[in-house]
């Protein structure tokens, strides 16, 4: 509940006339102050009339007047210039350090608000702010979903800054890591982040003109190139082709020469995914597209724009692959290439984050707005998160709006953290919601 009176009191949710210290002096509220979100004060700065005196200071809050002494504030002088401390219920007398009394507030929190709020923790339909939705204002919606489409970039550059260091500073494999890692799709994700980190790509250099080779890193690095990789009833048929014991071969001519060792072929999920999806199949494209020279991140800071950067990612499978999803189990020839749905989620989850990062590493401004430009230009996902939104109200537009509400789903409504979002905000001060 101590979070909720830190909101009252932030957003001046409570009633404005009849408030009084506990030895009965009317309080005026004039600036609840700046909320502190590190060590000390919950609040700087702030101004409040008591019994007519202007006092300017630090406020505390606690869920319990006797917690200022739990938590140590007694002996503590970051808490000498405290003019107001505010609970919600008054069990004790606080002191600071240097013996003063403090004068203390038990904050009244108005019963809708209370209602409210017990409402948005505990309605299981998502989102559970849905009733307020289709009343507010589309200035308050775009307002929020910028914010939001910002805080998931910056979150998104914090994951490639953790890349790049990884790769010894280098932006050209730690954009080639992140690409890997959306080759993957979300279920296979974490398995090609891993494996990308384990491609040596300053070594693949020197083999840049061979995509036989190319193959054969990228297949024996991932573990796909071990005879028990294959399942039993496709071992024969393998063995008649020939193509797997000719990729083993090469690779392991090239794992001596580079020293190279390759991943837990077990990281790979199969499981409920669709033979497009197989490793196989997006190493065989990622292998084109290192070899057509596609996969680096110069091609996508000179792109002028979504035509050319599609260009860039669409790629297909290598000839063997063609008619095959794995070693040994023939399919219809195909070239297998991403489809325009694929390609839209890369420039999305790589490029545009990619783009952003970069721009913020560089001081560019200009790469950072191509990264929003490109993101406002992109067809929104389709997916349960966009279509529960879109359900409920709010229109996707492009892939700006619904990056926006899945931020807003995993960050706020998963972790029910409605006293942070802004449409929480709108539901809980609405004295009236319709039911």
């Known amino acids: 509940m ?23 002096h009317p309080v005026e509220v004039i600036d609840p102050g700046l909320h502190n979100q590190n060590a000390g ?78 409402e948005l923790l505990s309605i299981d339909a998502y989102p559970p702010c849905y009733k307020i939705i289709p009343e507010l204002s589309k200035f308050m919606l775009h307002s929020w979903m910028s914010a939001l489409q910002t805080e998931r970039l910056e979150q998104k550059t914090e994951a490639i800054n953790r890349r790049v260091n990884l790769c010894n500073g280098s932006w050209e494999s730690g954009y080639f890591v992140t690409l890997a890692r959306n080759y993957g799709f979300g279920i ?13 790509l300053h070594d ?73 999806n197989f490793p196989h199949i997006r190493i065989s494209q990622l292998a084109n597209l290192y070899y057509l020279r596609k996969a680096g991140l110069s091609q996508i800071i000179e792109a002028k724009d979504v035509i050319e950067l ?18 040994g189990s023939p399919s219809e020839r195909n ?26 590493h560089k001081m560019d401004e200009k790469l950072c707005d191509k990264a929003f430009d490109i993101l406002d230009r992109l067809k929104p996902e389709n997916n349960r998160i966009v279509r529960m939104w879109h359900q409920v109200g709010i229109n996707v537009e492009n892939a700006s709006d619904s990056q926006a509400l899945i931020q807003l789903k995993k960050e706020y409504c998963d972790k029910k953290d409605c006293l942070r979002c802004r449409i929480g905000y709108e539901y809980l001060k609405a004295p009236n919601i319709k039911k």
């Open 41 to 118: 004060p919950d609040f700087f700065n702030a101004k409040v009339k008591i019994n007519g005196t202007l006092w300017i200071g630090n406020i505390e809050i606690h869920d319990k007047a006797s917690d200022w002494f739990l938590h140590g504030h007694d002996h503590d002088s970051r808490y000498n210039n405290v003019i107001l401390h505010i609970c919600g219920i008054l069990d004790a007398v606080a002191k600071t350090e240097n013996g003063d009394l403090l004068p203390q507030l038990q904050l009244p929190i108005p019963d809708f608000v209370l209602d409210h709020y017990q």
């Open 2 to 24: 101590e979070l909720l009176l830190h909101y009252v009191w932030k957003h001046k949710l409570f009633p404005l006339s009849k408030l009084k210290t506990s030895d009965g």
């Open 204 to 276: 693949v250099d020197h083999h840049r003109d061979d995509l036989f080779q190319i193959e054969a890193i990228f297949m024996g690095q991932a573990g796909l190139l071990d005879p028990e990789a294959i399942p039993e009833q496709y071992r024969t048929e393998a063995a008649k082709e020939g193509y797997f014991e000719k990729l083993r071969n090469e690779y392991l001519y090239l794992a001596h020469k580079f020293s190279l060792k390759p991943m837990n072929r077990n990281l790979w999920n199969f499981l409920r995914l669709r033979p497009q």
């Open 188 to 200: 296979n994700g974490d398995a090609f982040e891993q494996w990308a980190l384990n491609i040596p």
């Open 335 to 360: 070239k297998k290439s991403l489809s325009p749905f694929s390609i839209n989620l890369l420039l999305i989850n790589t490029v545009v984050p990619i783009l952003f990062a970069y721009g913020k």
């Open 310 to 327: 599609y260009d860039i990612l669409k790629v297909g499978v290598t000839p063997y692959w063609e008619t095959h999803y794995t070693f």
